[in-house]
């Protein structure tokens, strides 16, 4: 898929709802998407961080877009519902969703995992995709053929000692993938999941810390694949978990 070449008016007229835009995969796959023509929702914390890749955007010509700041890891259903309904009103439609934003959490002992890190973790990467979703759903279906990606890693195909909190919520992510996809069979409405792979970003230093970024493919190299489940190319391609660097996948590459 690193030879997908996305036309330019790929994503022209849709709406694309990026989670964790700020920085990393996330504002490389927000500009990538506003480059071939979207109007990109940027959801993420910090509003400094959105308020640069919103003017990114204008600065390379894209679509105007939108931000939405929100802390997943304090987020409730209703806080969804009412973005759900801001993004109706304002947007008409929703055309896709990139759920990017994850917590690391603490690598360690499995025996070690604290409560407190463990709710942290499936907060952010798992209760607040399920509850985003069900809100999202409506908008989806109702401007299909619409996309969902979501974002597993290689700990949450093969579990690895010392990933703990992250690489089962990554598990819980490829089943939530599978559910939904199976669900949703019969609609316009797809779903997927991609593993960036070993990608230059700050979550990957943070858990491999003596590894040279230099080595590592950039954000901007695997978007291939994000443009490709994004765009209508990519219709019929539902249920499946695809990885960004098929030609990378080794036993110690996490996310």
């Not at 765009?231 to 990885?243: F, I």
Request: proline fraction near 5%; hydrophobic fraction near 40%.
């Amino acid at each position: 898929m690193l030879d997908y070449h996305a036309s330019p008016e790929l994503l022209a007229g849709k709406v694309i709802l990026v989670t964790g835009a700020g920085d990393g995969i996330g504002r490389q796959a927000a500009l990538s998407y506003g480059a071939h023509g979207a109007t990109v929702i940027l959801l993420g914390k910090t509003v400094k961080k959105l308020e640069a890749v919103y003017d990114e955007l204008l600065a390379q010509g894209s679509p105007e877009p939108a931000i939405i700041p929100l802390d997943l890891q304090g987020a409730t259903r209703q806080h969804y519902l009412d973005m759900a309904e801001t993004i109706r009103q304002q947007f008409g439609r929703l055309d896709g969703v990139l759920f990017n934003a994850g917590q690391l959490g603490v690598l360690g002992p499995f025996e070690m995992i604290g409560e407190d890190e463990w709710d942290k973790v499936m907060q952010v990467n798992v209760k607040s995709q399920f509850l985003m979703t069900q809100a999202l759903l409506p908008l989806l279906k109702d401007s299909a053929p619409a996309s969902v990606v979501y974002t597993s890693s290689g700990v949450g195909k093969q579990g690895r000692a010392y990933w703990g909190s992250y690489a089962i919520s990554k598990f819980a992510t490829e089943g939530m993938m599978q559910v939904l996809a199976d669900e949703l069979e019969n609609t316009r409405v797809r779903v997927n999941c991609i593993n960036p792979g070993a990608t230059r970003t700050g979550m990957r230093a943070r858990a491999y810390p003596g590894e040279d970024p230099a080595s590592l493919r950039t954000p901007q190299d695997i978007m291939p694949l994000y443009l490709y489940l994004m765009g209508d190319d990519s219709q019929g391609v539902t249920g499946q978990s695809l990885d960004a660097q098929p030609d990378r996948i080794r036993p110690q590459a996490g996310q």
